[in-house]
């Protein structure tokens, strides 16, 4: 299973153009949208050196150009408006440590929950559900509940009824099963595998096992490596997207509710701060399994 250096350098080299063209767009889209947080400034000598710093007023590829530069070099500087004048990579650094295990085990979950379920449409309906409805329902069903036996002197404020700006237990747990399985990832996995069975069952090598009343089941799981690494792999960036609605329905302080935050506030350096840092690690996930795929499969490991 040995991988060719060339192999890994093409590889390689196309999820890190991936990830630089994501950044240029968000860049673009900053650039075209009307006014600037620093506007709102008071200080006129501030106005002017961050203007100055980030190419404010200047065409629009400069713009651009410049704001590349700082986003790949990580000189993002301090927050306007999320939190002003604390430094950009300190905040994306906790909203990161605080999101990344959500992320990871609601991907887990995804993937785990398509591979049981591959190919019944029980896993698709439920996966189907919008993420936005089954957060903002599970969270004002717990809120309800828990606020209504509070009121009636049942309980005091209960250990896992967290606020915003606290961890909770329970908070995340509900966050990745929300990420997980309503995020249609679930679904996509289980589609996935669910065609990649229906073309195994079809292959000459596995009817002619069973024509021979071989046993072919092990056989099959081997082959269901591959597009298993695929669907993982196509997955892990909506689940990422949708990491921004969760965190920003339950309130918890994680790089998703600090993205949206930042663009709402026209917060720009923070803005790209969390975009590199969100698609650094897509870059990651999608390089090691882009790898692991051709490592599997020698048919990958061609370079043309």
């Known amino acids: 299973m040995r991988l060719e250096p060339a192999v890994i350098a093409r590889t390689t080299a196309g999820w890190l153009l991936a990830g630089?063209?994501?950044?240029?767009?968000?860049?673009?889209?900053?650039?075209?949208?009307?006014?600037?947080?620093?506007?709102t400034l008071p200080d006129p000598a501030l106005?002017?050196?961050?203007?100055?710093?980030?190419?404010?007023?200047?065409?629009?590829?400069?713009?651009?150009?410049?704001?590349?530069?700082?986003?790949?070099?990580?000189?993002?500087?301090s927050s306007w408006t999320v939190r002003p004048g604390a430094p950009v990579a300190e905040l994306v650094a906790?909203?990161?440590a605080r999101s990344g295990p959500v992320l990871l085990a609601a991907w887990a979950v995804a993937?785990?929950?398509?591979?049981?379920?591959?190919?019944?449409?029980?896993?698709?309906?439920?996966?189907?559900?919008?993420?936005?409805?089954?957060?903002?329902?599970?969270?004002?069903?717990?809120?309800?509940?828990?606020?209504?036996?509070?009121e009636r002197g049942w309980w005091g404020r209960p250990a896992f009824f967290a606020l915003p700006t606290e961890g909770g237990a329970v908070r995340d747990v509900l966050m990745v099963l929300v990420l997980?399985?309503?995020?249609?990832?679930?679904?996509?996995v289980a589609a996935r595998l669910g065609e990649a069975d229906a073309r195994l069952a079809?292959?000459?090598f596995v009817l002619a096992l069973q024509a021979r009343s071989r046993p072919v089941n092990a056989l099959l799981w081997?082959?269901?490596?591959?597009?298993?690494?695929?669907?993982?792999?196509?997955?892990?960036?909506?689940?990422?997207g949708g990491l921004v609605i969760v965190e920003r329905c339950w309130g918890n302080p994680g790089?998703?509710?600090?993205?949206?935050?930042?663009?709402?506030?026209?917060?720009?350096?923070?803005?790209?701060?969390?975009?590199?840092?969100?698609?650094?690690?897509s870059v990651a996930v999608g390089v090691a399994l882009d790898l692991a795929r051709r490592a599997w499969d020698p048919r990958l490991r061609v370079v043309v």
Not at 23 to 34: C, E, F, K, S, T
């Open 47 to 77: 106005r002017a050196a961050l203007a100055e710093q980030w190419g404010l007023g200047t065409p629009l590829y400069a713009r651009v150009t410049l704001g590349t530069l700082h986003a790949l070099t990580g000189d993002w500087g």
């Open 202 to 204: 079809e292959a000459s």
């Open 255 to 281: 790089v998703g509710d600090l993205l949206w935050r930042a663009v709402e506030g026209r917060d720009v350096p923070v803005a790209t701060g969390t975009v590199v840092a969100l698609a650094a690690l």
């Open 111 to 150: 993937v785990a929950a398509g591979l049981a379920g591959r190919g019944r449409a029980a896993v698709l309906l439920v996966s189907a559900l919008p993420v936005v409805i089954l957060s903002l329902g599970t969270m004002e069903g717990v809120n309800a509940l828990t606020w209504a036996g509070m």
């Open 180 to 188: 997980g399985l309503g995020s249609a990832a679930a679904g996509e």
């Open 94 to 96: 906790a909203g990161m």
């Open 222 to 240: 081997r082959h269901r490596a591959v597009p298993l690494l695929e669907a993982a792999q196509a997955v892990f960036a909506p689940i990422a």
């Open 20 to 39: 630089l063209g994501a950044v240029i767009l968000v860049q673009v889209l900053v650039a075209l949208a009307p006014g600037d947080a620093i506007d």
